[in-house]
């Protein structure tokens, strides 16, 4: 079974669970840009951890289904269609052979998932399929792509969903990390007195945050060796300017960073808008291992919250949209 | 030297950290403590690694809790002197062929009034020099190579090259580092090697080890062209013990 790219936005790529293991070879885990978007994925496909799927950022593309599979899709909710009749986000839809799925603009975050059958089926280098820009591995995929997908391992399962999370509101947490005593007991204070605003330019590396106050900066910052990064670390850069950084950061870095956001966290500042505002709060590092959890269990803890798909409200209001239901008349 | 600072590094991870800034026994400090965490083969541990002066300890917090690691820690922290521990063992020594001029050596002027002496001069020191892997980092095997000589000691350019090939050799701050893949770089690129840090065509994919020992060999362009489709991109390796 492939699947045939026949129109497709600026940032897909395949992701996984990344390559874990590799930080003393220089290789960072990588892997999907919202860990949890992507688990919700593998749960909701009956895909095991590590299924390749398709990450779109911002806006998906046009897919030929060349034979009958489920499809499962997650994260950012994203305007899709079968065959131009809407279909469920956080959900798995049945394609038939020949049909065409279209996935558009991304509504509510930036990176949605998109999981044929069971995973699709690349080469795997370094132990991972998916494209990591800095350490050379994989590239973005482009119109004309032809991708294999494994086996559906379950392809007479009835359509399932996932009840989406309420939105948190609180703030981010944070913990501290190596080189949080650089910067003073004012600077920390002020650091979660901010409310931050996530900046246009991010990607996969990391994101910006904007604020309107004095640069958030550390002392003695430039004699400093590189040391190891985490994935969640708030790196302050030259100029004081903060960046959370995401899967695809390099294992090593210079820059002072202020702490590491907790990867339950995580998602957030992934899928963040443009314009969206944050705060950030110090928990102790006992709070922040209470928090941890593991991919494996989290996958377990979503596939028994799966319901099967019967009638979606926000399928409904699609429908409207389309008018395949009478609209009340105007006068 | 004195005792590590045992730090935390995310929800799952332990930095053991010898320095604030870069030395050599720190690095070798930093090799020796992760051998002898791998030795003890603490559960729950999932990950070691070493940067140039650190160790990181990676662990399931679903299976063990931090407060054992950072104890198990501690006592190997204590164990000993870390001052003058040896080197690994099993370690390679690296000839390295490398193009040191025209195109693929855009900054060798450059970097040769930065350190007084004369681009001839400037190579050949690059090539005397006894470097070491001191870690592995920021692309798949790619090596943080120290030390060159102390008047190396040069500060990173001021504006980033927006993108410098791979096999591109690179110094600043008394290091080198070839280039694994093509990427922006705020270093001085000096020369260029066909050796590629990260092959998938070869078993181990990535050859270099910390702790590995590296000398670069200037060669002509005809040479340099004819080492593009080498194994090792010319390199050879030399067992040291």
Redesign the interface.
Known sequence: MTLRIERIGPAVSIQDAGR????????SRSGAADRQGYIAACALAGAPLGAAAMEMAGFGGRFRVEAPTRIALAGARMRASLDGAPIAWNATNIASAGSVLDIGAAEDGVYGYLLPGGGLDTPE??GGRGFHR????GRPLKEGDRLSVLPDPAPDAPPLILPTPAPETGPTRV????QTALFDTDTRERFEATVFTRSAKANRQGVRLDQDGAPFTAGAQL??????I????IQMTGDGTPYVLLADC???GGYPRIG?V??VDLNRIAQALPGQEFRFRFVS??E??A????DE?LLARLRKKLNPLVRDPRMMSDLLDYELIGKPLAD | MTRPEILPLGPDGVLVRFADALSEPANRAALAFRAMVDASALEGVSETATSLTSTLVRFRPDQVRRTVIEEALFRIAESREWSDVPLPEGRTLWHIPALFEGPEAPDLEAVSREIGRDPETAISELTAAPLRVLALGFAPGQPYLGFLPEHWNIPRRTEITPEVPRGAVVVAVRQVIPFANPAPTGWWQVGRTAFRCHDPELDPAIPLKPGDELRFQAVSREEFSRLSGAMHGGAEPEAIG
């Open positions: 874990p293991g590799g930080m003393g070879l220089g290789l280098e370094l800095i350490a050379g591995l913990m501290p990390g190596p004699q400093r060796v590189s040391d190891f985490s994935e969640g670390d390099q294992t090593m590491t907790l990867p590092t006992e922040a291992e928090l941890w959890m593991a269990h």
